[in-house]
């Protein structure tokens, strides 16, 4: 999972397994929740959102589950890709206009 | 489409100088964003403009001034650069606010 400090935590899965990606978050009043993906040298890349009023949403290969009672988010990526070798990170965004963004999980995908 | 653009790519700047950080986006977006990254960090919101015409602070405004110079623009100055303002800079843009942001590729800083 995600925390702070000077090393991001590290996930390393062989190609064609699933991967799951972990996040806390401490805010109990965030209400809208967005899982990037930033490659090497590049801006953040959209992935997939959630809103609190939902537990669990799809997208292409992506899964983001919301358990607010733990305040834990997780993407999970089927299938995984040498593609999907990258950093991770969510964002809470709470009804008060205030972002935080997590330091992010490195995705490492062994072919 | 290019998306979310940003000029300079690099820059390193002496302490005390000034220097504009240019974004644009051509995908007719309403709100526009400039977050700074640093190591071991998450990216930190420095200000924001949630439609043309306006602009407030993030978490981390001070030493910055925006202008949302229309639709399309939105850059971020820094006056007086000091080194704690090293950092890489990412602008994005929204077509609904905090929405889906798209990012640009980036404005690497180093202040000496």
């Known amino acids: 999972g995600e925390s702070v400090g000077l090393h991001l935590p590290t996930l390393s899965v062989q190609e064609g397994d699933n991967s799951i990606i972990n996040c806390a978050y401490s805010?109990?009043?965030?209400?809208?929740f967005i899982w990037y993906k930033q490659e090497s040298g590049k801006g953040p890349q959209f992935i997939i959102d959630?809103?609190?009023?939902?537990d669990k949403r799809q997208g292409q290969r992506v899964t983001v589950l919301l358990n607010k009672t733990v305040k834990h988010l997780s993407l999970q990526i089927a299938a995984t890709q040498p593609g999907d070798s990258a950093v991770y990170f969510c964002a809470e965004i709470n009804t008060g206009n205030q972002f935080y963004f997590g330091t992010g999980t490195s995705l490492t995908v062994i072919p | 489409n290019a998306g979310v653009t940003q000029t300079p790519k690099f820059q390193v700047l002496k302490t005390g100088q000034s220097m504009t950080l240019q974004c644009a986006q051509d995908?007719?977006?309403?709100?526009m964003y400039w977050y700074r990254q640093d190591p071991g960090m998450g990216l930190r919101l420095i200000y924001y403009s949630a439609s043309e015409g306006t602009t407030d602070k993030g978490e981390v405004p001070n030493g910055y001034n925006v202008s949302r110079l229309n639709k399309r623009e939105f850059s971020l100055r820094l006056e007086s650069a000091a080194p704690s303002q090293t950092s890489v800079y990412f602008c994005?843009?929204?077509?609904?606010?905090?929405?889906?942001?798209?990012f640009g590729p980036g404005t690497r800083l180093l202040v000496l």
């Open positions: 994005a843009s929204s077509e609904v606010w905090e929405e889906n942001q798209y």
């Open positions: 959630i809103r609190s009023n939902m």
């Open positions: 805010n109990s009043a965030s209400d809208y």
């Open positions: 995908m007719n977006h309403n709100s």
